[in-house]
């Protein structure tokens, strides 16, 4: 009974896991888990919906987070969101065709004075323009097209 109740308490982490391993958290994962923790299906799904950092559709193999909290704002993030949908035909909350870019936009990622600044996975870039865009893209591209895991 006590470790039932420790793993309950643990649903988010197991949540996480999962999201980490598949990029998401597929329905029959959450059915899975809520079987091993005997909890309600539903108490999983809130925990899911509740936190922005999990999903319930596919994402992409690289997350982007353009922050647009007002250092960003003034310094151009909006422009940098523009190249950014324009680069990977694709629009915040949106996942490319191929699988590999999802896109999120955020009040703030805690790097003010780097702004415009985006992370991409675990990567700050800071300073990001519509020039240095590119090359940080085509370094995730080239990490895939090589076989690196980042």
Do not use: W
């Not at 994962?29 to 091993?36: G, T």
């Not at 922005?52 to 353009?66: E, F, N, Q, W």
């Amino acid at each position: 009974m006590h470790t039932e109740i420790l793993e309950k308490r643990h649903a988010l982490a197991y949540l996480q896991n999962i999201q980490k391993q598949f990029s998401y958290i597929p329905r029959e994962r959450i059915l899975q888990l809520a079987e091993r923790l005997a909890m309600p299906v539903s108490e999983l799904y809130a925990i899911a919906t509740f936190y922005k950092a999990l999903s319930l559709t596919p994402r992409g193999r690289h997350m982007i987070h353009v922050c647009d909290g007002t250092a960003c704002h003034i310094r151009g993030s909006v422009r940098l969101l523009d190249v950014i949908k324009r680069e990977l035909d694709i629009e915040p909350g949106g996942t490319t065709g191929d699988m590999l870019f999802s896109l999120e936009v955020v009040n703030c990622l805690g790097a003010c004075a780097l702004g415009p600044v985006m992370l991409v996975d675990d990567d700050y870039h800071g300073g990001v323009t519509a020039d240095t865009l590119p090359a940080i893209l085509a370094g995730y591209r080239k990490d895939v097209t090589e076989g690196a895991v980042k």
